[in-house]
């Protein structure tokens, strides 16, 4: 057993070579690629010779404690190119590794346990006893291309977690079930919101009438956010030419990640456009000409489409399209950006907080100079990272700092939150831009008549709404806030008759009127089980109606539990009151049933 954690990387390193002989072992004439630990476990890249799926992972698992009864360690041997090649002339993924890697200033080295000899560089435990062999357990299995590139094989990857002791696992593996039942994949499905079609193709979803309800509430409570704050929306062209990307240098910094048409009988190229920002400078041309037009904010609710690599899709967290982006651009002259930036932190606040976003953190994301992937003058991004900076300070925000982040054209704070798993992800974002108002030549004329050039405040407040609404799904377990449930109440008629009929209709009608989302449940299913349905699928508020409630027409709601207050009785409403009760609810945004 370890004694302390400063060591467990290199158990799940020295586990991921276990992985790979025990594969090797089960599968003769398999070949293994790459194997590094990560966060809370290892993972080993594979072709198979066979099939392996996760229903064969315990068996893999068994041998994997087979062998470890048996390893004594590791073996450290530095080789030439020549001995490498010689060594792994069987596995054409290793020795691609050794040519390139002999062309470094390193030497090669090579590991030996038992009969297994790979190709690494190191950082495996210096005792084979300090692996736990109940602390460790396969998990599942994924495609992944060979070094990243869909160009490249498919390989098998097998991933495993590992830990110092069985409690520490045992409260891991609790904590994945916890994911699986919040994963909005999972819940997507359940709720009937949205689905993936392999027919339409991977990254692409496709939202049921439940799933565009959710995102039509998200597009509509934003944009009467920003029109309160001067934000002017407008449209603009799915496609457009490759000169306008070349220009705003998109072409040159995010070409791999766009959707290119054939070339058009005059030789012109088009894209499909992963981005808002080049449509809206042209707009800044036409508008302004003085300082006094500024600031002008532009927003849009565009879909986007953006190629993402295979084993990168996750639902609508990470999709090819459409990304309809929350997307805003503020044009404004030096003097106003930290004013202008300032206000755009506080509404990210007042928005997290009217939906329900717990637990974010903002990210100061900043260049690294030693790396060629940053535009512009120096000087002027340590400038505009200090502003940010100082807005960030002033807001008095938790935020951190880290290099190697930002745009190609200016720092940006970035939105960071854990997913289900316990992985940070960005959520959303704000970008100041340095660079492309100078390279596309955007002009302004100042209070002296001479010629500036704007800074561009690039924001996207929820990202995008379906990735929004992935992360709101996974926080709340599916039990979104009354004003964005795409379901508010259900009525759950107890039995067929005229009478009945009409009162249901009659209370569906004003809810309606009202502006709440109602469904009536007049199937043939008992009772309790209506009652366990309308629970399935997380609605708010829910009434049995009966003869009871058609005589003293009093509704009786069940109330989804998180919204209950604790201690507040049971009651009962004239159906009027009831129904107002919940569109007030919805309207302000509560997060708790005042009933």
């Not at 409570?221 to 496609?239: F, G, I, N, S």
């Not at 989804?560 to 309207?587: C, H, M, Q, W």
Request: glycine residues 6%; hydrophobic residues 35%; proline residues 4%.
């Amino acid at each position: 057993m370890l004694k302390n954690d400063s060591n467990i990387e290199a158990v799940r390193h020295s586990l991921a070579h276990l992985l790979a002989y025990s594969v090797k072992q089960l599968y003769p004439g398999s070949q293994n690629a790459i194997g590094p630990s990560i966060d809370n476990g290892f993972y080993q890249d594979f072709e198979i010779k066979g099939t392996l799926g996760e229903d064969d992972l315990p068996k893999v698992e068994q041998k994997m404690k087979e062998v470890l009864k048996t390893w004594q360690g590791f073996e450290r041997r530095e080789v030439s190119e020549a001995e490498a090649l010689e060594i792994f002339s069987d596995n054409k993924y290793k020795q691609e590794l050794v040519r390139e890697f002999a062309s470094g200033d390193k030497p090669l080295t090579i590991y030996t346990s038992g009969e297994f000899i790979d190709l690494c560089k190191g950082g495996h435990v210096e005792d084979i006893n300090a692996i736990n062999p109940d602390a460790f357990k396969l998990t599942k299995t994924a495609g992944a291309y060979w070094r990243g590139d869909e160009k490249n094989i498919m390989l098998t990857r097998i991933y495993g977690v590992a830990f110092n002791s069985e409690n520490e696992l045992a409260e891991y593996l609790e904590m994945l079930e916890e994911a699986k039942k919040r994963d909005h994949r999972k819940l997507g499905e359940e709720l009937k919101l949205f689905f993936m079609s392999d027919s339409v193709g991977a990254g692409l979803p496709l939202l049921l009438p439940k799933g565009e309800t959710v995102k039509n509430e998200l597009m509509k409570y934003m944009r009467a956010k920003e029109e309160a704050r001067d934000y002017q929306y407008v449209a603009t062209p799915l496609l457009a030419q490759r000169k306008l990307y070349e220009r705003s240098g998109h072409a040159d910094y995010y070409l791999e990640n766009m959707y290119a048409t054939q070339e058009d009988e005059e030789g012109n190229q088009f894209f499909i456009k992963p981005m808002n920002c080049p449509h809206h400078h042209m707009i800044y041309e036409k508008l302004v000409n003085s300082y006094r037009d500024l600031p002008l904010k532009l927003s849009e609710h565009a879909g986007l489409y953006r190629h993402e690599l295979s084993g990168t899709l996750t639902g609508l967290i990470r999709m090819r399209g459409p990304i309809t982006q929350n997307d805003s651009h503020t044009y404004v002259s030096e003097e106003q950006v930290e004013a202008e930036f300032a206000s755009i932190l506080q509404l990210f606040e007042e928005v997290y907080a009217e939906t329900g976003v717990k637990d974010y953190w903002f990210r100061l994301s900043l260049p690294d100079f030693s790396k060629e992937k940053y535009a512009g003058n120096k000087e002027k991004w340590e400038w505009a990272g200090n502003i940010i900076r100082k807005c960030l300070q002033s807001a008095k925000a938790d935020f951190v700092e880290e290099l190697d982040e930002a745009a190609f054209y200016g720092p940006k704070v970035d939105v960071q939150i854990k997913n289900v798993l316990g992985k940070e992800d960005s959520i959303a974002t704000v970008q100041l831009d340095i660079v492309v108002p100078e390279r596309m030549d955007l002009t302004y004329g100042d209070t002296n008549g001479e010629k500036q050039h704007p800074l561009i405040i690039h924001t996207a407040i929820m990202g995008s709404f379906e990735r929004f609404m992935g992360f709101l799904l996974e926080q709340t377990a599916g039990k979104l806030p009354i004003w964005l449930a795409p379901e508010q109440l259900r009525l759950i008629q107890v039995k067929d008759s005229k009478e009945l009929d009409s009162f249901v209709d009659k209370i569906a009608t004003f809810a309606q009127e009202n502006g709440v989302r109602v469904s009536v449940d007049r199937s043939n299913e008992s009772v309790g089980k209506k009652i366990r349905t309308a629970e399935m699928m997380k609605v708010p508020y829910s009434v049995v109606i009966g003869e009871k409630e058609l005589e003293g027409g009093q509704l009786t709601p069940r109330i989804r539990s998180d919204l209950v207050v604790e201690g507040k009785p049971e009651a009962s409403y004239p159906y009027e009151n009831f129904i107002t009760t919940i569109a007030n609810e919805a309207r302000g945004r509560v997060q708790k049933s005042s009933l």
